[in-house]
């Protein structure tokens, strides 16, 4: 009996140490970005700056992280993602407080701040990287996604039916950290952030007035 715990004992650290040795450093995988107190919403509604500047001004959030999910290439460099033939989106990766704000109000706020409507597309910004995605961390995660969808449609807020994939989430690779807080720090002076961003963040600002963070109630 000894002889076999420590033989599992050496196999689950053999096990251990290679993930540790193939998975790159900015990958964070399910089981790394759910903790019970907190949790991890991940999605895609173009270009990530956009939707990086609206989740951060809302309440319960507590960090959002720009970077790409949902392809097949290992470690994407954002220009390898620009191609658009890595697969992956541009998403963010939202923690919050679900006892200050839940996963369906988040999802709600999602679909009134991006257009869900335009297949690998949001503006001027055209390619699969730019697809509207929710990547689900869970079944109950699943269901709201699909129930939040049904409910948008059928309140007419868009003219054309929402073509957001919904899919599993597997891996996360945080993008480059220039691009992270990229709407606070460049709003005055990239005229993507006055002429894209800012529409986006007002509607927040008109629409989940009672939802924003105390300190970007008047930003």
């Keep these: 009996m000894q002889v076999f715990v420590l033989i599992s004992l050496l196999f689950a650290s053999f096990v251990l140490y290679s993930e540790a040795q193939t998975k790159p450093e900015n990958a964070l995988t399910m089981s ?52 658009g033939t890595t697969g992956h ?25 991006h257009d869900p409507t335009t297949p690998n597309r949001q503006g001027n910004d055209v390619g699969p990287q730019y697809r509207s995605i929710i ?7 699943r269901q709201i996604a699909e129930e939040v969808i049904r409910e948008t449609n059928a309140a007419k807020i868009w003219r054309d039916p929402i073509v957001t994939e919904v899919v599993p989430f597997t ?15 460049n709003r005055l002076r990239n005229p993507y952030c006055i002429f894209v961003i800012d529409p986006k963040v007002e509607k927040l600002r008109k629409e989940y007035k009672a939802k924003l963070k105390k300190e970007y109630a008047k930003d």
């Design 89 to 113: 989106a541009e998403v963010v990766q939202v923690t919050f407080d679900p006892k200050k704000i839940s996963y369906k109000e988040l999802l709600e706020i999602f679909f009134r701040t």
């Design 171 to 185: 891996v996360f690779y945080k993008a480059e950290a220039y691009h992270q807080n990229y709407y606070n720090q």
């Design 32 to 83: 790394q970005v759910t903790n019970g107190q907190t949790e991890v919403m991940t999605v895609g509604g173009g270009c990530f700056w956009c939707v990086e500047a609206v989740f951060q001004r809302v309440e319960g959030v507590l960090k959002v992280e720009s970077g790409y999910a949902g392809g097949t290439v290992p470690n994407p460099t954002y220009q390898q993602v620009c191609t």
């Design 135 to 141: 990547l689900y961390h869970s079944e109950a995660q």
